[in-house]
């Protein structure tokens, strides 16, 4: 149990173009989703934390004009990369939160590799 | 500022051993620690969580403790096997907001 899956799982895009990435909780409810950024052989950065039916909250010094963050239902939360520029071209990472299960664990989904040309 | 550190790179150990991860923290007072492993290309899977008010949590080969006072915590895989090899990260709760914040990765290999 505990399935999340994200998609795609990899994307190439033009610069100036906007690629829309989805995590999806396949057998549970969650209120809160994760979105993290990874670079090569360094750790998780949280990007947000995006809750179902509300304002995604942004960590510091992360646009949210330009990571737009959507959490319409308690399965699906999705991240538009707007305007993608070659810098933008990492491993975005989604986590999912069980509904009222503070504190167990997170449930991550496979990853998306984005790379901007 | 908050900064949380795992004591190296890369850790390199003989089949059978024990490895032994160091998670460390400053300025941080976490009611709970969680590890990860990540393989590459994959998102993390959940190993073991631990709470402030325990001072240590086993599940088979893995072993975790949980140091408030030093501010670390210790991960141990018993009769490490190649399988083993992969990234371990450690995540403090930020708290009461639900949030984790990662550390840096331990890329741990297990020589056959």
């Known amino acids: 149990g505990a399935v999340v899956s994200q998609h795609p799982s990899r994307v190439i895009c033009k610069s100036g173009t906007s690629v829309k990435i989805e995590c999806r909780s396949l057998?549970?409810?969650?209120?809160?989703m994760f979105w993290y950024r990874q670079f090569p052989k360094k750790s998780l950065m949280l990007m947000a934390t995006?809750?179902?039916?509300?304002?995604?909250?942004?960590e510091q010094g992360v646009e949210k004009d330009k990571f737009l963050i959507n959490h319409a239902s308690l399965t699906l939360s999705t991240l538009t990369v707007t305007s993608a520029h070659p810098e933008d071209s990492s491993f975005y990472i989604c986590s999912a939160a069980p509904r009222g299960a503070y504190n167990s664990p997170l449930h991550f989904g496979n990853g998306t590799r984005l790379t901007v040309t | 500022s908050q900064k949380i550190e795992q004591n190296s790179e890369a850790l390199n150990i003989q089949e059978g051993k024990t490895a032994t991860l160091t998670c460390n923290y400053t300025n941080y007072s976490p009611a709970y620690l969680q590890w990860y492993r990540q393989d590459p290309g994959r998102g993390p899977v959940f190993l073991l969580l631990i709470r402030e008010n325990e001072k240590e949590k086993r599940k088979e080969r893995l072993k975790v403790t949980f140091d408030t006072t030093l501010k670390q915590s210790l991960f141990h895989i018993t009769a490490s096997q190649p399988a083993d090899s992969a990234t371990y990260l450690c995540a403090l709760e930020t708290s009461g907001t639900y949030k984790y914040i990662f550390g840096t990765g331990t890329r741990l290999k297990v020589l056959a």
């Open positions: 057998d549970f409810q969650a209120t809160t």
């Open positions: 995006s809750n179902e039916g509300s304002k995604a909250t942004y």
